[in-house]
């Protein structure tokens, strides 16, 4: 089945940038996902990306798509002790028609110090 | 934007009660949800799939009778845990898909989650 895995943990200074990777399985994926979840809260959507990027960019964040090694990296320029949280990758594919479930990565703990 | 509303943010209750958390969709209809369940430091597992007018569609391995879902409008879904017992002590979440999204995109909205904790 799919599976999504990301490193658990990273920590970075204030004004760095941060640099959160994640690998999948799944090559039919077609959307990927970044989303963002502080304490005790439900899950923010950053960004998405197509499948057929290999890049877009937002503001301070931009995302790099590697479709051939099914690689996907979310930068944060200037991180921010407010960007502290959990960062979850996912992918979603096309199998049928109408929603399709979203596969959820572990999840990385970014942590910014002052 | 749109928004989910998810309640009770925290419920606490004695073993063997159910409990049952709401999850609106504010301003927009919703006839698909779905519901998570995040343990501590992990990721989220989808449960089910509420849809609106049909029954859920529960994932492998999760209990239809435990966890009882209801859709009972186009802005309403509910999760009963019932019979609750200390290890269905989690993080519920429930999300619903974003309007004004580019079809296909698969972009979920989700409510700010429910912790209950089970004694």
């Known amino acids: 089945g799919e599976d999504v895995e990301q490193s658990l943990f990273l920590s970075v200074r204030e004004g760095d940038s941060s640099v959160i990777n994640c690998t999948y399985t799944?090559?039919?994926?077609?959307?990927l996902y970044w989303y963002k979840q502080e304490p005790g809260a439900g899950l923010q959507l950053l960004t998405y990306?197509?499948?057929?990027?290999d890049m877009k960019q937002d503001q301070r964040l931009t995302v790099l798509l590697n479709k051939k090694d099914k690689h996907l990296s979310l930068r944060i320029a200037d991180t921010q002790t407010g960007d502290s949280a959990i960062y979850f990758c996912?992918?979603?594919?096309?199998?049928?028609?109408?929603?399709?479930?979203?596969?959820f990565g572990t999840g990385t703990r970014l942590l910014v110090s002052p | 934007g749109a928004v989910v509303s998810q309640h009770p943010s925290r419920v606490i209750c004695k073993s063997g009660t159910s409990v049952k958390i709401e999850c609106r969709s504010l301003?927009?209809?919703?006839?698909?949800m779905f519901w998570y369940r995040q343990f501590p430091k992990q990721s989220l597992m989808l449960m089910a799939t509420?849809?609106?007018?049909?029954?859920?569609?529960?994932e492998q391995g999760v209990e239809k009778d435990k966890f009882l879902i209801n859709h009972a409008s186009l802005t309403l879904s509910t999760l009963t845990v019932t019979s609750a017992h200390p290890e269905d002590s989690s993080f519920y979440i429930c999300?619903?898909?974003?309007?004004?999204?580019?079809?296909?995109?698969?972009?979920?909205?989700f409510g700010a989650g429910s912790r209950l904790t089970v004694l």
């Open positions: 999300s619903a898909p974003q309007q004004g999204i580019p079809s296909g995109a698969n972009v979920l909205t």
């Open positions: 799944d090559s039919s994926s077609t959307y």
């Open positions: 990306i197509f499948s057929n990027m």
């Open positions: 996912a992918e979603s594919s096309r199998k049928n028609t109408g929603f399709q479930k979203l596969v």
């Open positions: 301003d927009f209809q919703a006839t698909t």
């Open positions: 509420s849809n609106e007018g049909s029954k859920a569609t529960y």
